[in-house]
């Protein structure tokens, strides 16, 4: 079953990536969220 993310956190999660400069795999892995979903909100 696919997860769902709401819009809150789809802004947070690619703020800080943008903010903190850290990969995107590394912040896929800290807030436990697969890496390709994360790319695609950016």
Do not use: S
Not at 11 to 40: F, M, S
């Amino acid at each position: 079953m696919r997860k769902k993310y709401d819009a809150e956190f789809r802004v947070g999660a690619v703020r800080i990536v943008r903010e903190t400069g850290k990969p995107v795999a590394q912040v896929a892995r800290d807030l436990e969220i697969n890496e390709g979903t994360l790319a695609a909100w950016i």
